[in-house]
């Protein structure tokens, strides 16, 4: 049995403090020890930027009832991926990342417990990636959770990768599988409205074994430091975004910024088969999954030919989805039959 | 008649390309635009920062029903107070602000033209105290408007003005007047349930006009970067925090964090006479709004008696309250009678 304490035995000070020593943690890269002056304790943090590179800075909500249902994401996942959402926007600049601050807003039913469970998920990526929480704001809520999260990160100011800079005739190519996480989120649903429909709610067992890829790709994505080191450093890219709505939104977001067309080949999307099962289940396309499923956090970006020719010498896990074209030639999808169509910039709507 | 117009009828994109339009300004300190390398159109906004300067990062949420009520709050006045919230964060450290995000989760009430509101005020306050929007986050909510600011500053090194230095004989001191603010809103509260008790609310008048300068105080707070200037330039200043939970709270966290005790005279708590005029309608003490009213946005602060004499030739908006005294000594407050009482750590109280 979880225990269930009230935040208010606490406080908002009393619950301040315990995640002050939460957060008070080492990291691997010693600099974001050195230059932090100071973090939660006063009306901001202090830190001392690199000399010589820029800062990045972005900001990522998840709203209990949009982004996420409680009945199958913990507090730890949510934890992490409210983390993994922003650091997968400065991977995705080529940037390190540095500081962060999260907002809470929690309603009555959250125990010290579940904030606790939060902070976990989230300094598991602090670890991981090597950056601190730094300051933040609590207060309640009348109605859902809700959480913000903004992030700084630092580059080299010649290394950042913008999605303004893609090129005619520059191969278009993303990392890892695409759908996965969608198919996680189907999975899920499914089970959940398995659990309501049983006879016995206390003896069901929800069937997830088989999922664990898409599940994991759903609940604990990792931002895609990896190739973006790659990409800011050893191979020359033209442009980069992160995928979070979907890869037919973000190709035309690199596309519009770029004045430049794009021609997608279905066939080349990679998936899973872990994914194609889930699609098949529920008699859905899988490339659909991947051109209009949200919350992915791999990379999509653009290259000239020799340069993904050095860079499959140092990852196996890019792949070529297409080709940039002229702003004329419009943004198409190559269907496998030979079909072409416009690619429709339909992704995650929120209104 | 204000126009109505459902967000759905631009949807996420059209929306963030409108924001982005609106923020698009310029402000009067040019660096502010040198330094920024890309604003909203990218995974983060770039920046460099200043040569030999230190980075201060602060955030703040407000939740509709928590920190807001539409009925007597418009949304130009809630993106005003969300930004001064941040700045007045940014001032009680010393620092300049920067560049902000802004995250939005919008329920279906929220027309375009509110979201048009909202950047109004906030845009405003990036005019008066030259910082800009560069990024954020919009989505759907299930429930209540929830509004997250996150600010980035700078501050010279040796100019930074932290809570853990305050001295045993040191003053206390404030800016400004205290207690407006909770004046304004009691006055708020007073006229909705008028409102709603109104026989015909179609002919009800609220009854705001002798009390602008509480309501102001509330609706509108200036974050006191003209005193700041002043602490973190040509006077010595040993603590510094803002007033966002009450007087009392205030002191209490000067205190902790410098290891310190503190005398405050209740009698020497500038209060405006509009404060004392609401409090006595209300039957209640307009010290007690002071000591306990949140949302005040002025500064306390701490110095030697020298000190506060050169601040005195440099403004006249700066009061003695008390004097920070030894750990052991404890945290008083000395009444208008002469009695000494505990100064209780009660401000807003959100669990």
């Known amino acids: 049995m979880i225990k269930h304490t009230d935040i208010s035995t606490l406080g908002e000070i009393g619950l301040i403090e315990r995640v002050r020593q939460i957060v008070d943690i080492r990291v691997d890269d010693a600099t974001i020890h050195e230059r932090l002056i100071l973090g939660i304790s006063d009306d901001t943090a202090v830190f001392r930027p690199d000399p010589g590179k820029v800062m990045l800075l972005t900001t990522d909500s998840f709203i209990e009832g949009v982004h996420f249902d409680l009945t199958f ?3 730890r996942h949510l934890g992490w991926k409210a983390m993994a959402a922003n650091l997968s926007d400065i991977a ?3 940037g390190s990342p540095r500081y962060a601050v999260v907002s809470l807003s929690l309603p009555k039913k959250v125990s010290i417990e579940m904030v606790d469970e939060f902070y976990a998920g989230a300094i598991a990526a602090c670890k991981r990636y090597s950056f601190l929480i730094v300051g933040g704001d609590m207060s309640a809520s009348m109605g859902n959770i809700a959480i913000t999260v903004a992030l700084t990160g630092e580059a080299k100011e010649e290394q950042v990768l913008y999605r303004k800079t893609a090129k005619p005739g520059d191969l278009l190519c993303v990392s890892g599988h695409l759908g996965a996480s969608h198919a996680g989120l189907k999975v899920l649903q499914r089970e ?16 997830l074994e088989q ?19 790659l990409l800011a450093g050893r191979v020359t890219t033209h442009a980069a975004i992160d995928i ?4 037919a939104s973000e190709v035309h977001r690199i596309c519009t910024a770029s004045g430049v067309g794009a021609k ?15 699609a098949i289940e529920f008699s859905e396309s899988p490339t659909d999954y ?11 970006f653009t290259m000239e ?10 990852t196996s896990d890019a792949t070529i989805i297409g080709r940039i074209t002229e702003q004329s030639e419009g943004i198409r999808l190559v269907k496998e039959s030979g079909e072409e169509e416009e690619l429709k910039a339909i992704g995650w709507r929120h209104f």
């Open 192 to 207: 959940k409205q398995r659990y309501h429909d049983a006879p016995d709610p206390a003896t069901f067992k929800p069937n």
């Open 305 to 314: 030919d020799a340069e993904f020719e050095k860079l499959e010498s140092l």
């Open 211 to 229: 999922y664990t890829l898409a599940l994991e790709k759903h609940l604990m994505p990792k931002p895609r430091f990896d190739i973006s080191a």
């Open 264 to 278: 997608v080949y279905e066939h080349n999307i990679p998936l899973d088969s872990v994914t194609r099962n889930i």
């Open 92 to 94: 995705a600049m080529g």
């Open 244 to 247: 979070s709505d979907g890869l």
């Open 73 to 75: 994401t913990s507090l």
């Open 290 to 300: 991947a051109l209009f499923g949200g919350e992915e956090y791999e990379l999509l």
